[in-house]
């Protein structure tokens, strides 16, 4: 079950007594957890109604004699308790789980870690309760999930303003909302978003990011590529060469995968290989001007060039530099 069916079943009102969030992925965590503390109760009812813990501080027994406690002038009370995953004796909470009370809302944060679930204690939440492993986004799914994020507070984007946003900020999803509810501020009654808001109010160039890299190297334009490498050595934060050596073996990689398709459709590629249909053009240009021997060269060298950029055989050379000969040696 996802975070947001659990939510949508809270502001509907229905409640288990038992909710144990788990996993990798921060985001959705805190989602449940800021819910649960601020809005299951109503304002009048939290002062009585809503204990929270935080692991690292916590006893076991002050918890489960918390969750046996019976609400004051009102339904229910909702018991929290924060990174779980510090608590050393947390497995004791099994007898209250086992035997939890239906006026008590117990919702636990056990943040980066899983629980074992060889063990009873797993096997007993999962039965008594409800879990919910949360795992990291995969970089392919980013677009979608901010599609929906936006769609969700009344906005729409342009593909090219949506690929900026997300190749900058990358796997982070709290950032990724803050900044778009930043947009939102700024942009006041305009609902559509575009590459120049994206320039004017995330700071990112829309001619000189690692997308423009991208698309120079897919035309093999190879002055365009040395101006915009050129761009980064003078901004080093603007796209350091961590982020631009993923991103282009991503784009090499999913033109390798055209030759495979077995389809000259465009929407049909752009499916295969999991790119927006707007942006195939690109990949399907590379594709054509490479050919496979070319992508194949372009893969291994991307192979090469980061690993010297982490020092293996390279001691000396600045990372522009680096950049430089690679793109050199890929189109050339």
């Given at each position: 079950?996802?975070?947001?069916?659990?939510?949508?079943?809270w502001?509907?009102?229905?409640?288990?007594?038992?909710?144990?969030?788990?996993?990798?992925?921060?985001?959705f965590?805190?989602?449940?957890i800021?819910?649960?503390?601020?809005?299951?109760l109503?304002?009048?009812?939290?002062?009585?109604?809503?204990?929270?813990?935080?692991?690292?501080d916590a006893?076991w027994?002050?918890?489960?004699n918390?969750?046996?406690?019976?609400?004051m002038?009102?339904?229910?009370?909702?018991?929290?308790?924060?990174?779980?995953q510090?608590m050393?004796?947390?497995?004791?909470?099994e007898s209250?789980?086992d035997?939890p009370l239906?006026s008590?809302?117990f919702?636990?944060?056990?943040?980066e870690k899983?629980?074992d679930a060889?063990?009873?204690?797993a096997?007993?939440?999962?039965?008594?309760?409800?879990l919910?492993?949360?795992?990291?986004m995969?970089d392919?799914?980013?677009p979608?999930w901010?599609?929906?994020?936006?769609q969700?507070?009344?906005?729409?984007?342009?593909?090219?303003?949506?690929?900026?946003?997300?190749d900058?900020?990358?796997?982070d999803?709290k950032?990724?909302?803050?900044e778009?509810?930043?947009l939102?501020v700024?942009?006041?009654?305009?609902?559509k978003i575009t590459?120049?808001?994206?320039e004017?109010?995330?700071g990112?160039?829309?001619e000189y990011?690692?997308?423009e890299?991208?698309s120079?190297l897919?035309?093999?334009?190879?002055?365009?590529?040395?101006k915009?490498?050129q761009?980064?050595?003078a901004?080093?934060?603007?796209a350091?060469?961590?982020?631009?050596?993923?991103?282009?073996?991503s784009?090499?990689s999913k033109?390798?995968?055209?030759?495979g398709?077995?389809?000259q459709?465009?929407?049909?590629i752009?499916?295969?290989?999991?790119?927006?249909?707007?942006?195939?053009?690109?990949?399907?240009?590379?594709a054509?001007?490479y050919?496979?021997?070319g992508i194949?060269?372009?893969?291994?060298?991307l192979?090469?060039?980061n690993?010297?950029s982490?020092?293996?055989?390279?001691?000396?050379t600045?990372?522009?530099?680096?950049?430089?000969e690679?793109?050199?040696k890929?189109?050339?």
């Amino acid at each position: 079950m996802s975070v947001d069916k659990i939510i949508n079943e809270w502001k509907n009102g229905s409640f288990k007594p038992v909710y144990w969030f788990e996993g990798e992925e921060e985001f959705f965590i805190d989602k449940a957890i800021d819910y649960a503390e601020k809005q299951i109760l109503v304002e009048s009812e939290t002062s009585f109604n809503l204990t929270v813990f935080y692991g690292k501080d916590a006893n076991w027994t002050d918890i489960i004699n918390a969750c046996k406690r019976y609400p004051m002038f009102s339904e229910r009370q909702v018991v929290l308790l924060k990174e779980a995953q510090q608590m050393r004796d947390v497995e004791k909470l099994e007898s209250y789980i086992d035997n939890p009370l239906s006026s008590t809302i117990f919702v636990v944060s056990y943040k980066e870690k899983k629980l074992d679930a060889r063990k009873k204690f797993a096997k007993l939440v999962k039965e008594k309760g409800v879990l919910v492993t949360t795992k990291k986004m995969y970089d392919k799914e980013l677009p979608q999930w901010t599609q929906e994020l936006l769609q969700t507070k009344g906005l729409t984007i342009s593909p090219k303003g949506l690929a900026l946003l997300v190749d900058h900020i990358g796997n982070d999803l709290k950032r990724i909302e803050n900044e778009i509810d930043k947009l939102s501020v700024n942009l006041g009654a305009q609902k559509k978003i575009t590459e120049d808001d994206i320039e004017k109010y995330i700071g990112v160039s829309k001619e000189y990011n690692v997308f423009e890299l991208q698309s120079a190297l897919a035309s093999k334009n190879l002055a365009r590529s040395i101006k915009i490498i050129q761009h980064f050595e003078a901004n080093p934060k603007a796209a350091p060469i961590q982020m631009i050596l993923p991103s282009l073996y991503s784009f090499y990689s999913k033109v390798f995968m055209i030759f495979g398709a077995g389809s000259q459709d465009e929407r049909a590629i752009a499916t295969t290989i999991g790119v927006n249909p707007f942006f195939v053009k690109d990949y399907l240009q590379a594709a054509k001007l490479y050919t496979y021997p070319g992508i194949e060269k372009a893969l291994i060298l991307l192979h090469h060039y980061n690993l010297k950029s982490v020092g293996i055989g390279n001691s000396k050379t600045e990372d522009a530099s680096l950049l430089k000969e690679m793109v050199v040696k890929i189109i050339t």
